[in-house]
């Protein structure tokens, strides 16, 4: 619903067109005034906040231009009431309001022919088409940018005018309001109209395709990641950025959807969303030998109809759920897993995915997660607790939140010898239920409450210098990392976006630079013991990783993405099956400490942290490791860029056979179309015997 000052703003607008009919009615001119003030207002702050609010009056006919124009027919009807039905003003206010509407037709039309025409029919990102074809630059972001509220509120030169003309008895003034709002109206639609026209027009779409295929002859990429989804689903494909980046092969990204092109994270890889099927299909890939589809969508068959690539499924995650078994997998020529797990889950589902299309190639994604070396000398141990949010339903082994997260962090922030508490929770935490966001705010209360009460323990030391440069340290990053993103493609329409969307490499890798400067920087700006909630989205999962020596999570592909530390974990058995049960379910709990909905068994986990040398789980978590995720040599990236050759080298294999198999062909129905007119004339003139009677 918004925040309290939408909510108010929404409100105050709502209730403002009750009082301008009651002042219309008495009537009063101050009263009017002071009632269209406030719903000016309230509009306004609402658009400005893009808040939800504004599309829910929509939908209940309460839209924009309706509210425009019930405040103008109240204003009539004040008019009216103050007996200047006979006045010119009154004349003058109806005609202004038909014209003004009927302004509002060709500006609408403007504005959204401009808008079609400037969307292209393929989007890119790192494609050179500026050399290729001319895209012309946008329209003034000040014409079309809301461009609705701000061609009705244009009527408020002459709603104030009529209002000082009834007021002061004078129709000069509200004429004079009137001459401005109808001039000012007319020029915005006359300034829109150079940009349907001539230059101003991007080419159309038949000449950008003709230029994406002439920039993929020069480029020829050989291996594509293709991603189709909503915008919720970007971190889909954001997740295997970097491994594209890593290639051997020359890589190209495809999307499918503009919205998933708007959420992309920045990537030096070139990328071409490609809405329409028809055009993907027409596009010149003849240089592509493997295609990696990252979920499974009805869209990939645009992709998967190509037989001359190699398709290879290799999903966003590693886990025990449905999706990573679905036999929808079988299209694919290959099903990349990150380890033997994966394989045996296939086996396990018998969903008709072969064993011989299953490769191992591990986890590219999770390098940066560093291995355990114990908990440094002088530094007390820290736990992170990252539990998942509430899911889609009420079961109760969604979430620790619920009915453990308490007395999750009551044992560990009261834990002797004393450890430090991390609490990052999902994002979605609370979205859904009321009862577990009340249960993260308690728990949010409880660590912080903790944190207050450490830093007045003279236990525990603060380097207060170092902290205060740290802290520098991360203003300084912050505001250079602003200054970059603040050169980058923002506010740019699509059109613009794809012309000018070369990456800057080197404004690319000093931002990469600046946020492992401003990692370090944030963990050493706050004492070492000092418990802390982290939310948002730095530091990043796998920073708080890092930092930590254990974890307590729950049953998610946070568990499987931590066995690449090696550190001990615990997770949380919320539905109570037990312990054996809920291990012969969920692979990824098979070395940890599983808690009850007590917590009482943390101490297990806080012992091998203490002392790794008596960590019962230890070779437990080294062969699930092996096991879920693959060897550590060779490295991922390795592995994954030999995995691509192979399926390569497949691919060329079987388009020369075809090409020999044609060849053969068309060779061969040659010689059959050539031996028949000698076999229908014999040496000696007479007929083979072909058509006679």
Known sequence: MGSAAELAAAVLM????????????????????????????????????????????????????????????????????????????????????????????????????????????????????????????????????????????????????????????????????????????????????PYVRGRKIPPNAERVLAAVDDWLGEYKPETVLYFSGSKDSAYQVNMWLDTMENLDSKPLIILRERAILINLAPTTVPVICVPGGVHLMNMDLSTVRVALYAANVGKNIHMLRVPTIKHVFIGHGDSDKLASVNPFSKVYDEVWTAGRAGRDRYAIADVGVRDDDIVEVGRPQLAPIQTWQGVPGGRIPTVLYAPTWEGWDDNPGNTSILLAGENIVRRLITADPPVRVLYKPHPFTGTRSKEAKAAHQRITALVQKAAAERAADSRFATDSAAQAQAKAELARIEARIAQLAGTGDKGRDEAEATRDGQVDVARHEEVARLRAEWNDAYWRSFPTWEHRVITGSEPRLYDCFNVSDAMVSDISSVVSDFIASGKPYAVTDSAELGAEEFKRNNTAVRAAVILSNSAAELGELLGAVRDPAADPLAEDRKELKQYLLGPDEPASIDQFNTAVANLAIKAETRNVGQESRIAAATADAEKLANAVPGQRVSSAGDTDGVGTG
């Not at 000016?40 to 006919?61: F, M, P, T």
């Open 14 to 193: 709502v209730a403002g067109f009750p009082a301008l009919m009651l002042a219309a009615l008495v009537p009063s001119v101050p009263a009017f005034a002071a009632a269209a003030a406030v719903t000016y207002l309230a509009d306004h702050y609402l658009h400005r906040k893009g808040s939800y609010l504004i599309n829910r009056l929509g939908k209940v006919r309460a839209g924009l231009s309706i509210r425009f124009l019930i405040r103008q027919l109240l204003l009539v009807l004040l008019l009216a009431r103050l007996s200047l039905a006979d006045n010119l003003i009154y004349y003058g206010a109806i005609a202004c309001f038909i014209a003004f509407y009927g302004l509002q037709a060709p500006h609408g039309a403007l504005v959204q022919l401009i808008r079609n025409r400037r969307r292209m029919p393929v989007a890119t990102r790192n494609v050179d088409l500026k050399s290729r074809i001319r895209i012309p630059d946008a329209p003034p972001r000040r014409l079309l940018h809301r461009s609705a509220e701000k061609m009705l509120h244009l009527d408020l030169f002459a709603v104030v005018g009529i209002l000082l003309a009834a007021q002061v008895k004078s129709a000069l003034v509200g004429f004079v309001g009137i001459g401005i709002t109808v001039a000012v109206a007319t020029l915005y639609v006359v300034a829109l109209v």
